[in-house]
């Protein structure tokens, strides 16, 4: 079945510390999001990628970074310099202007 | 100001009745895309129904309507017929159409409480 994978489902971080959280798709999507999704809110923009080694700043890009090497998989990095990492991440991918966006069970980020 | 606005924080409803999450947006946008995604508590964004701007005809998918109000600029997310799975997070969210990066904006969302 084809789908969104999301890894993994839980991460702690400690203090100064890098974490990578993995998304991959194979849905032949070529546009991929990732979204923060903070307790009782929406979700909102961090980075998105139209097209593999390209990729773009979303709403809430500081203190992330992203890369796009293949079509798959979009991972995001969450650095020390995001003060508050603490919330639940969603990457999506679509493929089309006017298709929804399909959505990966999600990772769950806390501060140890 | 909000681009995406769901007013009711939360909302209760008796089994097999019908009940309508409201949604208001703002854009000055001619094309653009309302989306409507129900997240249980398990996390994951399901996507239950889309209404296109220039769609002639209100969306329906099941026991999901869009009640599409273009000059109000309401997109109103209807459930049929309710169930005790449909309680959850629902979310109304809106694409527009020349911002090149088909991104979604979300509102705040509406918990949805199925009472038997």
């Known amino acids: 079945d084809g789908g969104i994978t999301q890894s993994p489902k839980y991460l702690f971080r400690k203090e100064g510390q890098n974490v990578t959280l993995s998304c991959e798709q194979n849905?032949?999507?070529?546009?991929m999001y990732w979204y923060r999704q903070d307790p009782g809110q929406g979700l909102r923009l961090i980075y998105y990628?139209?097209?593999?080694?390209?990729?773009q700043k979303g709403d809430i890009a500081e203190g992330y970074s992203v890369s796009r090497e293949k079509k798959e998989s979009f991972p995001l990095t969450v650095t020390s310099a995001q003060k508050n990492p603490t919330a639940f991440y969603l990457c999506?991918?679509?493929?089309?202007?006017?298709?929804?966006?399909?959505f990966g069970d999600g990772t769950r980020l806390s501060i140890l | 100001a909000q681009k995406i606005t769901q007013t009711q924080p939360g909302m209760f409803v008796q089994e097999k009745e019908a009940v309508t999450l409201d949604c208001t947006y703002d854009?000055?946008?001619?094309?653009?895309?309302l989306f409507w995604y129900k997240q249980p508590s398990s996390g994951e964004m399901i996507f239950l129904i889309y209404?296109?701007?220039?769609?002639?005809q209100n969306a329906t998918e099941g026991r999901y309507s869009l009640n599409f109000q273009k000059a109000r600029k309401s997109a109103n997310l209807v459930i049929s017929a309710s169930q005790l799975g449909d309680s959850a997070m629902y979310f109304c969210?809106?694409?527009?159409?020349?911002?090149?990066?088909?991104?979604?904006?979300f509102g705040s969302g509406t918990r949805l409480q199925v009472q038997p």
């Open positions: 999506a991918s679509t493929t089309g202007q006017n298709q929804p966006q399909h």
């Open positions: 849905l032949n999507h070529d546009a």
């Open positions: 990628s139209q097209i593999v080694n390209d990729f």
């Open positions: 854009t000055s946008d001619p094309s653009y895309g």
């Open positions: 209404q296109g701007s220039y769609d002639q």
């Open positions: 969210a809106m694409r527009e159409g020349n911002t090149g990066r088909r991104a979604l904006t």
